[in-house]
């Protein structure tokens, strides 16, 4: 199979439909050949691990191992593949078993956010190839640890920021090289969503034959609880960075690559805070605006999760012809050009590009982009060639919502990053966030 082509449009809107309809996300024609397929394993069975496993079956690959701790994951995973795959996958519970199968090319690492750079890291240093989700690291420093696990393994690390491989984005990419927006001197990222309180409640009853230590692996020890297994890990700086990295690193990397993918900001601020849902049990905020300076613009990154009238792009959107009402859309990017404004979302949001009074001078309408994403990484694994959202590109968006949460965890203050030293000048607070504490059986080795 030939490896994937970064097909570039720039065409009126009378074209764009069949431009879109002929992708591999409608067509599914880009299948790996069966008598070379790819095996992968699923390590992380949750709902989202499924998914992408899902479509990597659809597109060729054979899902031969999954591993999860949860048996109830475990047996949701094989029932969701079955209807795409015959063969049943071989079931782990540890990792290192995955990790040592003769067979496996690749896996999908999908577990919750604490685990994904050290299962990476040992995933390539088994010599297998990876695809993990976003984000793909806890903080600063273990990102650097994957892009060293991947320089020296020569193993391919692909992130789950799936927007750098939408054909609808690489033609936002190239209507800005044409120059026409003018010189961009402010770019506005959202992640405004609706959000709603949390409450840990009653710890509940550990499921039998489940290994919390396991589960918490790097993070610091602590009960069993049922709502923090549960998704309420979300809500903690232990297990995640907040929701503006799980979710809103999709806007910022497809930001950072439609400007060029320029080297880290000289200075990050940040402002937030616990502001709407206030006495919850969270400790991540509910508003947070972070902006970073750069020598020739400054980006904002603005994220809430509280309002009940925002929405992300939905899918009746995503899969016709039609774009978002840009207002009130959660997970939309604006550049301000000298000459022209272009809107885009992302996972098939479609871009504007407009004047005064919002008359439309450009626009392209999306589709989600997991298909090519995945295609990408399959065709990559084969052909030894750098995925379209390597660990190295993927990098500056993870440092920079860290570096912004530093800033707010440390007072709503501003910090300036040297990435020579991977340190905060002149600030020992801020440098003490970097990296994380290990528990002991759990330390990233060198």
Not at 106 to 116: E, F, G, K, S
Not at 127 to 149: C, F, T
Request: aromatic share 10%.
């Amino acid at each position: 199979m030939k490896s994937i082509k970064r097909r570039r449009f720039l065409t009126h809107t009378s074209s764009i439909a069949a431009i879109a309809l002929a992708h591999p996300m409608f067509t599914r024609q880009k299948a790996v050949a069966a008598n070379d397929r790819i095996n992968i394993g699923l390590l992380g069975c949750g709902g989202r691990g499924q998914y992408v496993a899902r479509g990597m079956v659809e597109l060729g690959a054979q899902l031969t191992y999954l591993c999860d701790l949860h048996n109830g994951r475990l047996d949701a995973a094989e029932q969701f593949i079955s209807s795409v795959q015959k063969e049943k996958p071989k079931r782990f519970k540890d990792m290192q078993e995955l990790f040592a199968a003769p067979d496996l090319d690749a896996v999908i690492i999908a577990t919750p956010d604490h685990w994904h750079a050290l299962a990476t890291v040992l995933a390539a240093r088994a010599g297998k190839d990876v695809y993990v989700e976003k984000p793909h690291a806890h903080n600063i420093w273990e990102s650097l640890q994957m892009i060293r696990a991947a320089q020296e393994t020569n193993q391919l690390i692909q992130v789950g920021t799936q927007n750098r491989s939408a054909p609808y984005n690489l033609a936002a990419l190239d209507y800005i090289k044409t120059g026409k927006l003018g010189e961009i001197g402010l770019v506005k990222v959202y992640n405004l969503q609706p959000g709603s309180p949390f409450h840990l409640g009653q710890s509940g009853a550990s499921p039998q034959d489940f290994d919390w230590d396991a589960w918490l692996g790097p993070a610091p020890s602590r009960p069993y609880h049922e709502q923090i297994f549960d998704g309420g890990w979300h809500k903690f700086w232990d297990f995640s960075a907040g929701d503006i990295v799980d979710d809103g690193i999709h806007q910022l990397d497809l930001a950072l690559m439609l400007m060029g993918d320029p080297d880290l900001p000289m200075s990050a601020s940040c402002t937030g805070g616990r502001y709407i849902h206030k006495n919850d049990d969270a400790e991540i905020p509910d508003v947070q605006i972070a902006t970073y300076e750069y020598k020739d613009y400054v980006l904002t990154f603005e994220f809430s999760f509280y309002p009940r009238f925002m929405r992300e792009t939905t899918g009746t959107i995503r899969r016709n012809d039609e774009l978002p009402y840009w207002t009130q859309n959660s997970t939309r990017i604006e550049l301000y050009g000298r000459e022209l404004m272009m809107t885009i979302g992302r996972h098939g949001g479609g871009w504007q590009v407009t004047t005064s009074g919002g008359r439309v001078v450009e626009q392209m309408y999306g589709r989600p982009p997991d298909y090519p994403h995945y295609t990408n990484f399959l065709e990559c694994v084969r052909e030894r060639k750098r995925p379209a959202a390597s660990i190295e590109l993927a990098h500056p968006a993870n440092a920079m919502i860290h570096m912004a949460n530093i800033a707010h965890r440390i007072g709503n203050t501003t910090v300036k990053y040297n990435p020579q030293k991977n340190e905060f000048s002149d600030n020992s607070d801020a440098n003490q966030l970097i990296k994380r504490q290990y528990r002991q059986g759990y330390e990233f080795t060198t």
